[in-house]
């Protein structure tokens, strides 16, 4: 009975700990996928692809607040506690998404217009800074030694859920609605959804306890020594940041800027763009927990390795053969093979990024090393790839990005696991 109450106990803290991160998730792709029609609804242009940079640009714009909100807010979380903090990052999260759903357009109010989707993007951004590194803080830390990588792979599997909720909305838009209203307003349904859910994610957060790791230290850090750590562990920031730059530019190649691909350059249907997310979010979803609980079993050093020496040697070829002649089945599959890599190695590098930041300032740490990896090269994705596809000009140009951040993963493990498969939470 008390092991069942233990896993019951478990199964609430995971869903309890990753509802804000469905709710960052479930926006951040639904930007990504109606970008588009945000572009005309907010960045009006004469050309459709300096609209879709601009948009694209206000994505990225609101990455570079999540190093600053990783700084802030989880000096936060590492001093006043992982729930406490939790709940804020979700309240300033939920006002970014609601000023985005309910922002006039450019043709009604003019420049206000884009300032208002600005402001969203850089609220979302700032919470969105911890709000991934402090719930993997948290399952890392309710977590047995010997299943640390399956359970806080939940994390990121979290995140697929989201994802395949808001594609099989768009799905069901595009099946109801016609493309000149999805484009007109139907666009918003998705974002008034997320907004209708925020009260019953609070709800949830708020029954969260505190992690008994959290509870056991005597002494907790104030702002201003959180800060000095930082600076005093700036290389395991910076290898930290390495090390995460696979897992966010994968992520946000296959998720966020997969449907752009598919209709903007592809020329394939949006129906066909939306049915490959929807198949990646489940793959992503079983990958996660089996890298983990992976690395949990051979070591983080193997994973890692093994999925970035992979996608360095054929993230090119194979967008190189996907576009040499397009179709649905051969997109899907290089969709999927993409979807191993990043499922694989990130059960694998969420664990590892927890266990070689300090533990009295892990939530910073963490979220820092992450936040800078994001803003610099995850959510810069579909950016770049727009722009390396029309100045190329080369419709697998993106496969370059894919290949360096690969190499750099490749890089930070064999620096980080220099002749051993585990690096101490010491380090």
């Given at each position: 009975m008390a092991g069942g109450e233990l896993r019951g106990s478990r199964l609430g803290?995971?869903?309890?700990?990753?509802?804000?991160?469905?709710?960052?998730?479930f926006d951040f792709f639904l930007f990504g996928f109606y970008a588009s029609a945000i572009s005309k609804a907010f960045f009006p242009s004469d050309n459709e692809t300096t609209a879709l940079l601009n948009t694209f640009g206000v994505f990225w714009l609101g990455a570079l607040m999540r190093p600053v909100g990783a700084v802030v807010l989880g000096a936060y979380l590492d001093r006043?506690?992982?729930?406490?903090?939790?709940?804020?990052?979700?309240?300033?999260?939920?006002?970014?998404?609601?000023?985005?759903?309910?922002?006039?357009?450019?043709?009604?109010?003019?420049?206000?217009?884009?300032?208002?989707?600005?402001?969203?993007?850089?609220?979302?951004?700032?919470?969105?800074g911890v709000e991934l590194g402090g719930v993997s803080v948290y399952l890392f830390e309710i977590a047995k030694p010997g299943s640390r990588g399956?359970?806080?792979?939940?994390?990121?599997?979290?995140?697929?859920?989201?994802?395949?909720?808001?594609?099989?909305?768009?799905?069901?838009l595009s099946e109801l609605?016609?493309?000149?209203?999805?484009?007109?307003?139907?666009?918003?349904?998705?974002?008034?959804?997320?907004?209708?859910?925020?009260?019953?994610?609070?709800?949830?957060?708020?029954?969260?306890?505190?992690?008994?790791?959290?509870?056991?230290?005597?002494?907790?850090p104030t702002a201003s020594e959180v800060f000095a750590s930082m600076v005093q562990n700036f290389r395991i920031i910076l290898l930290g940041m390495m090390l995460v730059t696979l897992t966010t530019v994968t992520f946000y190649f296959i998720t966020v800027y997969t449907p752009t691909f598919g209709k903007s350059v592809l020329k394939l249907s949006e129906r066909d763009a939306l049915l490959v997310t929807l198949f990646v979010a489940v793959t992503n979803f079983i990958w996660l927990p089996i890298g983990g609980a992976l690395s949990d079993r051979i070591g983080r050093k193997p994973v890692l390795l093994g999925i970035s020496l992979?996608?360095?040697?054929?993230?090119?070829?194979?967008?190189?053969?996907?576009?040499?002649?397009?179709?649905?089945?051969?997109?899907?599959?290089?969709?999927?093979?993409?979807?191993?890599?990043?499922?694989?190695y990130n059960g694998a590098m969420v664990v590892s990024l927890s266990e070689i930041v300090p533990p009295h300032v892990r939530a910073t740490g963490f979220s820092l090393a992450y936040s800078l990896a994001v803003a610099l090269f995850g959510t810069f994705t579909p950016f770049a790839s727009t722009w390396l596809i029309e100045h190329t000009p080369n419709r697998a140009a993106p496969g370059y990005w894919l290949m360096a951040a690969a190499a750099m993963a490749l890089v930070a493990t064999l620096v980080l696991y220099r002749g051993k498969s585990t690096v101490p939470a010491s380090a």
């Open positions: 803290a995971i869903l309890r700990s990753t509802s804000g991160n469905f709710l960052e998730q006043i506690g992982r729930r406490q903090g939790l709940i804020v990052t979700l309240a300033i999260m939920a006002s970014g998404t609601v000023l985005i759903a309910i922002s006039p357009t450019y043709a009604q109010i003019g420049v206000l217009a884009p300032l208002i989707v600005i402001a969203g993007r850089l609220l979302q951004g700032f919470s969105a399956f359970l806080t792979a939940f994390q990121s599997a979290s995140q697929q859920v989201a994802i395949f909720v808001a594609a099989i909305i768009g799905f069901g609605m016609s493309p000149a209203v999805v484009t007109a307003w139907g666009w918003r349904i998705p974002f008034f959804i997320g907004c209708l859910i925020i009260p019953f994610i609070f709800v949830i957060r708020r029954s969260l306890e505190e992690t008994p790791d959290f509870l056991a230290r005597k002494a907790h992979l996608a360095l040697l054929t993230a090119y070829p194979l967008l190189s053969w996907l576009v040499a002649g397009v179709t649905f089945p051969k997109l899907l599959l290089v969709e999927l093979i993409l979807s191993f890599y990043f499922g694989m």
